[in-house]
């Protein structure tokens, strides 16, 4: 996006500092840079402009040594557009004026993308394992991921966990033994699957 930058300010109180022409091929913004104290400022699109450029306010508030852009919209062209931006300070005590073109946009060449024919499609999903299937690939996915001897020791740890609760006949072991129990298992299935 191009910048019509303003300078206000500059040399004298509510002076403007602006180029003397301006061109844009689609919107713009225009820049107002205080070098000063605050003031208000008003922008005026006359003649053939009025008809293709809009602005959301015409009147601006920039605060001490502060820049505020104003975004100029622009409507779809055909041919140029020829007028003048009427900049005003110290309400109307100074005005400039800048030469403004709005040339029509050049042509360019849509931004294609080729997308292939496979893409428009969703994917295929592979159908669901049924329980049994889930089983026999958690084990052989721990067969190959070397998990054998940790699951006989797992095994053997449950097995001798489980006689020790049932000889010693105490609730506080049989609920830490199955506590023990349900990590344990929690942890295989997650290791296997």
Known sequence: MST???????????????????????????????????????LHFGDELDRVVSV???NHFVADEATRHV????ADV??????????????GSNTRYVDLRIEPPEDT??????????????????PELSPSQRAATAIDRLIERGGVPGAIAAFLALAAGVAIALALDSAVV?????????????AALLAAW
């Open 56 to 58: 959301d306010e015409t």
């Open 174 to 186: 049989s609920v830490v033994v199955a506590v023990v129990l349900a990590v344990s298992l929690g």
């Open 78 to 91: 055909a041919e140029p557009v020829r007028g003048k931006l009427k900049i005003v300070t110290g309400y």
């Open 109 to 126: 060449a849509p931004d294609e993308v080729a997308v292939d024919e496979a893409f428009a499609k969703p994917p295929e999903r592979p």
């Open 4 to 42: 019509l930058s303003v300078e206000l300010n500059g040399d004298a109180v509510h002076s403007i500092g602006a180029p003397d022409r301006f061109e844009a091929t689609g919107p713009f913004a225009v820049s107002l840079e205080n070098a000063g104290r605050s003031t208000h400022v008003h």
């Open 71 to 74: 975004h100029v919209g622009v």
